[in-house]
């Protein structure tokens, strides 16, 4: 147990110290590619979290697309520097989040995705309809962050993406772990012992959203540009949650581990295959997805576990 | 272990030289160019016409060669995502050292491609096929070093709307529909001014989700209104559909007018034969355009038909006028390139703003728009489905054809 506490903290450091390091000794693209691959963690360990409550969910571009647009327009409407317009995203991604969840959350597994999908798709269309607000079709235009400096950027983004993973920790040492894996696993049998299943499910929810309102604040301001059609694709609903299904779902380092190796996989087959990238990456996920049903994570914990057996205490259930 | 991390380390060492070295080594022999189009998604139909017309050029390009070196066009996949088009523009500028940039499709990719430009002093050199939003040309334009060869949005609707005063007996009244999206509501509010403004009656503006499956509301509400025309800003498939629904509902304007997306032949294959006769269309450009060859380059800007001719040839399949502008986009950064006699940005740029010519596309000039330095190809064209082909009618000095009006109701057909 104490060798694995060993190897873990070690990881975590030597990942911290590359983090922190490596950046200073990358140029454009690679800073910009370190951008998009801290907002995909933030994305898919946010979306982590809705599944350590079970909730089965495709709204996620929603609520990127709500903290894009809150951003953008409080500093296209009032001036507000970037910061204070990512937290404005970020509460107002939440509270949108706190009222649909109220409603929709009562709904489960495919029916509760298919209401998530048409929240995103009924918000774009609410702000493609009111352009004398949010410029419609047209599209806000900002300034360069940092005037266009990649390496800031990225540890802006990079602050963003340790949240969601550090509240993912959060949650597996706390009350909420069990919690969250009771509704996870017989909602009906979590209700029966006393839990306001409705009201975690609404929390984990509104946690979620925030995460990626929070990111989704910083984008505008990073592309200098956005429309509906790219605040709310629902691409980046898919991406949020093939990344932590392939890196491992429920674990903290699954979604982190995912979104690294799918953006940069991703980018690699992009520059390589020309055309036919989409239809490689497309197999390889599916014979990953197949082959590895508890993803990345699982299969090193499979690896490492052979080579360094871990004595199991009976009695003990697993609770993940 | 310490076998893997020997194997590990060779194995990056060799990778880092594999990727350096040859980059190190092609750079003093080629001419590199960098072209982001959107490869794959919902843009790569229009991408890989751009992207032919480019091979093309570089291939006639590198027959005689550009200062005694090699055109190399590096084309990267944006996937029609923002965050996308910005990696590899960034991944053109920094890891392979690119002279210019050439192409690309789409407004929002282009905002984001050039806000990501705005750091670098000086800014990278492009001649952009893609960025036709009005947006861009204010946000943009006055860049010296940003050559626009595609018709800003007002360009359509300046020429549909003298298309419409020449036309006789002069409609009078023009419901315009549109699709919801950048697209169709930029153009269909420049429509509005433009009509207004030159006195026709625009009885009604309104808009529609793109890839709707049935307009028929629209189409009866226009309908009751019997406009002279009906003007609708849309994409293919809604054209199909309005096509259509409007033969079912017997709905009778006088005109039927679009933009470009009526032009393609799978259009006029969709909606069936002789459905879309008399219906006229915005265009860019057309293979039946007649330009003569230019006198200055006549080996890369042969005529129209000769250049649509050797096209079809290799390609086996008509041009689109993507496929021309990213062509001439290319030839005229060689040209410009030779002009200057060196890779020297500002010396390009300005042997580039010298460039007068004929082209297959017509004539070349960058000259000043709206609030642009630097644009060029001003001209659009109207044209009318006849017969099943396709003849131009508008302007008169490049008309192939007479204007049948108005148009024969779908009861006398």
């Not at chain 2, 993507?322 to 300005?350: N, P, Q, W």
Request: proline share 5%; charged share 15%; net charge positive.
């Amino acid at each position: 147990m104490r060798r694995r506490v060993t190897v873990a903290t070690t990881g975590v450091a030597v990942l911290g110290l590359a983090c922190l390091g490596v950046p200073f000794l990358l140029g454009n693209y690679g800073l910009h590619l370190l951008v998009l691959v801290s907002m995909y963690v933030a994305l898919s360990a946010s979306w982590n979290i809705l599944t350590l409550a079970g909730q089965l969910t495709l709204g996620h571009a929603g609520f990127f697309g709500v903290g894009a647009y809150t951003s953008a327009l409080l500093a296209l409407r009032l001036g507000v520097p970037f910061p204070l317009g990512m937290a404005g995203g970020a509460v107002g991604a939440a509270i949108l989040a706190a009222g649909v969840g109220f409603i929709c959350l009562r709904l489960r597994g495919v029916y509760l995705a298919i209401a998530t999908l048409s929240l995103v798709e009924a918000l774009k269309i609410v702000v493609l309809n009111v352009p004398d607000f949010t410029e419609g079709p047209i599209g806000i235009t900002l300034s360069p962050v940092f005037r266009g400096a990649r390496l800031p950027a990225y540890f802006v983004m990079l602050g963003v993406a340790i949240l969601p993973v550090l509240a993912t920790v959060w949650i597996k040492r706390s009350k909420l772990h069990v919690i969250f894996g009771s509704i996870r696993e017989d909602e009906g049998a979590a209700q029966m012992l006393g839990i306001n299943t409705t009201a975690y499910k609404v929390f984990a929810f509104a946690l979620s959203a925030f995460f990626a309102g929070l990111a989704g604040g910083f984008y505008p301001h990073y592309i200098t540009y956005t429309v509906p059609d790219t605040a709310f694709n629902i691409g980046l609903s898919i991406e949020a949650q093939i990344m932590p299904i392939l890196g491992g779902l429920y674990t903290v380092a699954g979604p982190v581990v995912g979104a690294v190796v799918l953006t940069l996989v991703g980018e690699y087959l992009r520059t390589t295959f020309g055309a036919a990238n989409l239809l490689i990456y497309g197999i390889a996920m599916v014979l990953v997805i197949l082959w590895f049903p508890d993803g990345l994570v699982g299969l090193g914990r499979r690896w490492w576990q052979a080579r360094v057996p871990v004595p199991v205490r009976e009695g003990v259930a697993d609770v993940r | 272990m310490r076998k893997m991390t020997m194997a590990v380390g060779l194995g990056l060492l060799f990778g880092s030289l594999g990727m350096v070295l040859p980059v190190a080594w092609a750079a003093e022999e080629e001419i590199r160019i960098g072209a982001v189009w959107g490869l794959t998604g919902p843009q790569a139909g229009v991408s890989q016409e751009g992207r032919r017309g480019m091979e093309m050029a570089q291939d006639l390009l590198n027959k005689k060669g550009v200062l005694g070196r090699k055109i190399r066009v590096i084309f990267e996949d944006d996937k029609a995502d923002p965050a996308v088009a910005v990696s590899a523009a960034e991944k053109l500028i920094t890891q392979d050292k690119v002279v210019a940039f050439v192409g690309g499709v789409g407004s929002t990719i282009c905002n984001a491609m050039l806000g990501a430009f705005e750091k670098y002093t000086p800014k990278p050199l492009g001649t952009l096929t893609g960025c036709g939003a009005t947006t861009i040309e204010q946000r943009f334009g006055k860049e010296r070093g940003y050559f626009f060869v595609h018709p800003w949005e007002y360009y359509y609707q300046t020429t549909m709307r003298d298309f419409l005063l020449s036309v006789t007996p002069r409609p009078q009244t023009v419901f315009i529909a549109h699709e919801d999206r950048l697209y169709g509501t930029s153009h269909s509010k420049m429509a509005e001014e433009y009509f207004k403004e030159a006195g026709f009656k625009v009885v009604a503006r309104e808009s529609f989700k793109s890839g709707a499956p049935d307009l028929t509301p629209l189409l009866t509400r226009a309908k009751a209104m019997n406009p002279d025309v009906f003007y609708w800003i849309a994409y293919g498939a809604d054209a199909v559909l309005v096509t259509k629904q409007g033969k079912e509902l017997n709905f009778n304007p006088r005109m039927y007018a679009s933009t470009v997306q009526l032009g393609t032949q799978e259009y006029r294959d969709a909606v069936g034969k002789g459905n879309a006769e008399t219906f006229v269309g915005i265009t860019v450009w057309e293979p039946i355009a007649a330009f003569p060859a230019s006198k200055e380059w006549p080996e890369v800007f042969p005529s129209t038909r000769d250049w649509v001719r050797d096209y079809t040839t290799r390609f086996k399949r008509e041009p689109h006028y993507y496929s021309i502008m990213s062509y001439v986009a290319l030839v005229a950064t060689a040209k410009g390139i030779e002009a200057a006699g060196s890779l020297e940005r500002d010396r390009v740029l300005g042997a580039m703003e010298k460039i007068n010519t004929m082209t297959p596309m017509g004539p070349l000039k960058f000259s000043p728009s709206k609030f642009a330095v630097n644009h060029a190809f001003k001209q659009m064209m109207i044209f009318q489905w006849q017969k099943g082909e396709k003849v131009l009618v508008f302007p008169r000095d490049v008309a192939s054809g007479m204007l049948m009006h108005p148009f024969p109701a779908w009861t006398q057909r």
